[in-house]
């Protein structure tokens, strides 16, 4: 299955400043989306992302906080907009393979 | 709407002593149903995965899960738990892999006692 790296892995960041997660994957891939992890809580889907069209966002996410883009077919990237301390979670990437679904490591987002 | 659920948040059992995770889910069509692990500061790691065929399930780390479709359950057993199995435990649903739009149960914890 495919490898797939993000950065930073962490980051401490200022309230009502912006952050940009980058998702690289090893190998080609159709689909990337993006999940949330709050504290202590499960895994929330944020948005779909294909190459070559607009990131289609789930309930309760928008593009204007959460704008995403899919340059080509290995990379991603996440903006996290001005920022609240509520922004404070693991953002991860992610893709699908033939039968297979795979993740990042994560980024470890808190807000100050 | 697809949903997963984890009766369990939090469960301990002693190191040896045999493991049992539940999962149910509610899903409109044939589900494909996985389980992951995430140790601390760790990202997710597949252990299993069902799509058809055979309802018992192998994956990594000598942990298996069976699908019930009658009782729309997806529980994961191990025989023998080890302390490295210390972790959260998350099972999720999806459509089709290609879809990527699982949804994930809220996990349980797994405290793992010497």
């Known amino acids: 299955s495919a490898v797939i790296s993000q950065k930073p892995s962490r980051d401490i960041c200022q309230r009502g400043t912006s952050l940009t997660i980058q998702c690289q994957v090893d190998s080609q891939v159709t689909m990337m989306f993006w999940y949330r992890q709050q504290p202590g809580q499960s895994l929330t889907l944020i948005a779909t992302?294909?190459?070559?069209?607009?990131?289609?966002?789930e309930s309760g996410f928008v593009i204007d906080k959460f704008p995403i883009s899919r340059p080509n077919l290995t990379f991603s990237t996440l903006t996290v907009s001005n920022m609240s301390p509520e922004d404070s979670s693991i953002y991860l990437c992610?893709?699908?393979?033939?039968?297979?679904?795979?993740f990042g490591p994560g980024t470890r987002l808190t807000v100050l | 709407a697809q949903s997963v659920t984890q009766p369990d948040i939090h469960i301990t059992v002693s190191e040896g002593a045999s493991l049992e995770l539940r999962c149910n889910y509610s899903?409109?069509?044939?589900?494909?149903l996985f389980w992951y692990v995430q140790s601390p500061g760790q990202g997710l790691q597949l252990l299993l995965k069902y799509f058809s065929g055979d309802t018992l399930v192998q994956g990594i780390k000598g942990f298996e899960a069976e699908f019930k479709r009658s009782q729309s359950s997806f529980n994961l057993r191990k025989p023998s738990v080890h302390w490295s199995d210390a972790a959260e435990y998350f099972c999720a649903v999806g459509g089709t892999t290609n879809a990527g739009k699982s949804t994930f149960g809220d996990g349980t914890t797994l405290t793992v006692k010497p």
């Open positions: 992610g893709s699908t393979d033939y039968n297979e679904q795979f």
């Open positions: 899903y409109g069509a044939t589900p494909y």
């Open positions: 992302a294909n190459q070559g069209s607009e990131a289609t966002y």
